[in-house]
């Protein structure tokens, strides 16, 4: 009976992403799909997958996203109140492109719970990275949901900026506090290029990072974290380190990924909705669908534990050997 009980138990997580589409209304430079061109995979999470997948999770935070533009899903705010309703944090991130003030109200009605807008950048360096998703409209997001919370006389969602740092901009981190003061952001977590589909942009990644280079991008970090601070925001950012960490802060061994199509990967960057013949559709890594089985099943595959146990020793498993997501303090 007890190992009955440990083959069907549902796995506690630290949290979960679900990806609820992977169209975008966005043509980002550095990501993978705009990359891909045809060979990138569309697709909207069913809803009667959803809803499969809800009663099998056991997790504080449920992050509705993926590779795509959540707003772009018809039903993401039935998805937050699903996730609410089931005693789950639900959160998301998004361009902005579509939050206007109904799409604000809405939201907040929702119960979302944290909300991250993406920048790469401030204004033009932002918009030639970003096409199609403007750094104006990233602001007039803000604004809008700045007015819907107050008009709600609700605290939630706590608005983040999802900010990606490019080798050429970090002298734009200086830019942020003054620009984001007085806007209803309570947090800025700041990435570096850890993916690179595009080698154009091989050189804006900031790893690998020579002794000096880190240093002076930690004094960086430092000062722009202590002026937002004054202003109520707090700045998360994993500086990058000289050298491979045996930890992934994707924490594939506490956490999974959810794809639209319901399959199980230990990551986003696992999840890449990229089809054959294309070189990156190798890099996916799926050990089971929703659809077909249960998590729990998925999650004591063996070749799944294997994979996980993989992490903590000197060679990480399949895919990871190559990943840079590990060169993170």
């Not at 722009?224 to 500086?239: D, V, Y």
Request: with cysteine; net charge positive; aromatic share 6%.
């Amino acid at each position: 009976m007890n190992l009955l009980r440990r083959l069907f138990a549902t796995p506690r997580l630290d949290w979960v992403q679900i990806e609820v589409t992977t169209r975008c209304n966005a043509r980002c430079g550095y990501c993978p799909r705009t990359t891909a061109r045809t060979a990138w995979r569309d697709a909207d999470l069913d809803w009667a997958l959803f809803r499969r997948l809800l009663p099998q999770l056991a997790t504080p935070y449920v992050h509705l996203q993926g590779w795509g533009e959540p707003l772009l899903h018809p039903r993401l705010p039935d998805m937050v109140r699903e996730v609410s309703a089931a005693g789950m944090r639900a959160g998301t991130t998004s361009n902005g492109v579509l939050i206007d003030a109904a799409m604000a109200k809405t939201l907040v009605a929702s119960g979302l719970e944290v909300i991250a807008l993406s920048l790469a950048g401030i204004r033009a360096r932002h918009d030639r990275l970003r096409p199609g998703a403007p750094f104006d409209r990233v602001m007039a997001a803000l604004e809008a949901l700045a007015e819907a919370k107050a008009a709600a006389n609700s605290a939630k969602p706590e608005v983040h900026i999802a900010y990606l740092l490019l080798r050429a901009d970090t002298a734009d981190l200086e830019a942020l506090p003054p620009l984001l003061a007085e806007r209803g952001v309570a947090q800025v977590v700041v990435s570096s290029l850890d993916y690179v589909p595009n080698p154009a942009l091989a050189n804006e990644a900031l790893l690998p990072m020579d002794a000096a280079e880190q240093e002076a991008f930690r004094a960086r970090i430092s000062s722009a974290a202590a002026t937002l601070r004054q202003s109520g925001i707090r700045l998360h950012c994993r500086p990058p380190s000289l050298s491979r960490r045996a930890s992934c802060p994707e924490n594939p061994q506490a956490s999974l990924v959810v794809d639209a199509r319901g399959d199980v990967c230990p990551c986003v960057f696992t999840a890449l909705p990229i089809q054959p013949p294309h070189p990156a559709a190798g890099s996916r890594l799926s050990f089971g669908n929703v659809g077909q089985t249960t998590l729990a099943r998925i999650w004591r595959e063996p070749k799944y534990a294997a994979f996980r146990a993989g992490f903590g020793k000197a060679l990480p498993p399949g895919p990871c050997r190559i990943c840079r997501k590990p060169f993170v303090a």
